[in-house]
């Protein structure tokens, strides 16, 4: 891939992204998603995953066909879709790596992520995949995934749908230790999805 080809394409991911964010604080103004937005969302990210391999469209693609699988989206299906919507919107707040830079404890700049023999932790909720699908990658490229944040893990990897309300939610502490350690000379990265997914070429 040329650089053009690189840039064009991160290009049209941001562009993507913006319009999900936009389509999806839509889709959940009214507080409820019923079937024909589920169906209208499910067309939209079909549309948009044939031009895209952003984890984010692909993820949220595979979550709203396995919701629609049998053709109805049932009461629970329809509360999981918005719950989802909101994690990603963050109302508020955006989701994606400029606002994570400026509104999450990530750091500045990223650093080059290295896989062999490294530990991570993953916290939130991640477009990639479910929290075992995260590890199994980590796994596949020779890491090793840590059991909670201590003074060996090397990377603290913060899901997509983190927002800056981290700090009031259940996996702020473990941000919160990331960051004490941190601040103490301890070679703890805390890095973003995206970051994570780009540096190690993870499909």
């Known amino acids: 891939m040329d650089i053009f080809t690189k840039f064009n394409r991160k290009d049209i991911q941001d562009r993507q992204i913006d319009t999900l964010i936009g389509l999806s604080k839509g889709l959940v103004a009214d507080g409820k998603v019923d079937q024909a937005e589920a169906e209208f969302l499910q067309t939209w ?24 699988a ?11 879709l918005l719950d989802l919507l909101h994690r990603f919107t963050g109302e508020p707040s955006i989701t994606g790596e400029l606002a994570k830079a400026s509104t999450l404890p990530v750091d500045d700049p990223l650093p080059d992520v290295v896989f062999e023999d490294k530990q991570f932790l ?5 477009a ?8 199994e990658a980590v796994e596949s490229l020779g890491g090793v995934n840590a059991k909670g944040v201590t003074k060996r893990l090397d990377y603290l990897v913060l899901g997509t749908y983190v ?5 009031h939610e259940s996996y702020g502490r473990k941000i919160e230790k990331a ?3 941190r601040s103490t000379g301890v070679p703890l990265s805390i890095i973003t999805e995206e970051h994570w997914v780009l540096c190690g070429n993870i499909q």
Do not use: H
Not at 70 to 80: F, K, N, V
Not at 122 to 126: A, D, H, Q
């Open 122 to 126: 993953f916290t939130g909720t991640c």
């Open 128 to 135: 990639f995949g479910t929290r075992k699908q995260c590890q």
């Open 163 to 167: 927002t800056d309300s981290w700090v």
């Open 70 to 80: 049998d053709g109805i989206l049932d009461t629970e299906e329809s509360q999981d």
């Open 179 to 181: 960051m004490n350690y």
């Open 45 to 68: 990210l079909i549309q948009n995953s044939q031009a895209s391999n952003n984890p984010i469209i692909l993820n949220l693609l595979a979550r709203v066909d396995a919701m629609l």
